[in-house]
Structure formats: structure tokens, C-alpha cells
């Protein structure tokens, strides 16, 4: 499976962008999750989805004001992201994990995308 993360960029505080992270490979079965790292912190868990669409899961950070959602015809995941703020200014990466078991956790996921960079400014 390889991932391709896009759709980052630089907006003001209240802003929103969405990420698409694009598949390829066999991707059938697969929980897909969000996750950022921004400079001198470690990375931490966003938003995930399982393979139907009908799970999803946000960090209480997030919650309510991103949206994670796939398109499994299309083989892309997205992230809706809305009212963003300066802390969320971080490098966005898309990650697969055939077992969809704890979803929160970074080593669960066997998949990364390469990021991409989302900065908000107050």
C-alpha cells in the first residue's frame, strides 16, 4: 500500500482546508487514520475511519470541528478540516492498518504517507 498525502497549505485562524490522502495498492479491508506532528512535539493521533465509513474516531482536540470521511471507489481518504487554529499547525500524515484495532496508536499502522504541511496563522 502506498500513501499520497495533499491539500495542505497556509491559512489564517478560522480557516479550513481539507487533506486528501490517496491509495494504491490493495486497500480493501483497510482502517485509515490521521495523524500530525508539529515542530519540537511528538506525533500525535487526529482522526481515523474504518473501512465501511460508518466508524470514525477524533481526537478530543479536533472533535467537532474536523471531519474525517473515504471514498473507498476513489481509493482517498480526506480530512475535512474547519475552524482551524495557530495549534494546529503541524505536517498532516495519512497511515493504513489492516487490523483496525487501536486506531489512536501510531504503531498500529503499517502504511505511512509522506505528509503534508498545514500551517495556521493567528
Known amino acids: 500500500v502506498q500513501l499520497q498525502a495533499s491539500g495542505g497549505g497556509s491559512v489564517q485562524a478560522g480557516g479550513s482546508l481539507r487533506l486528501s490522502c490517496a491509495a494504491s495498492?490493495?486497500?480493501?479491508?483497510?482502517?485509515m487514520g490521521w495523524f500530525r506532528q508539529a515542530p519540537g512535539k511528538e506525533r500525535e493521533f487526529v482522526a481515523a475511519i474504518g473501512w465501511s465509513g460508518g466508524s470514525t474516531y477524533y481526537a478530543n482536540s479536533v472533535k467537532g470541528r474536523f471531519t474525517v470521511s473515504r471514498d473507498n471507489a476513489k481509493n482517498t481518504v480526506y480530512l475535512q478540516m474547519n475552524n482551524l487554529r495557530p495549534e494546529d499547525t503541524a505536517i498532516y500524515y495519512c497511515?493504513?492498518?489492516?487490523?483496525?484495532?487501536?486506531?489512536?496508536?501510531?504503531?498500529?499502522?503499517?502504511?505511512w504517507g509522506q505528509g503534508t504541511l498545514v500551517t495556521v496563522s493567528s
Open positions: 495498492g490493495r486497500t480493501f479491508g483497510y482502517t
Open positions: 497511515a493504513a492498518q489492516l487490523v483496525g484495532s487501536e486506531y489512536y496508536s501510531g504503531s498500529q499502522y503499517g502504511y
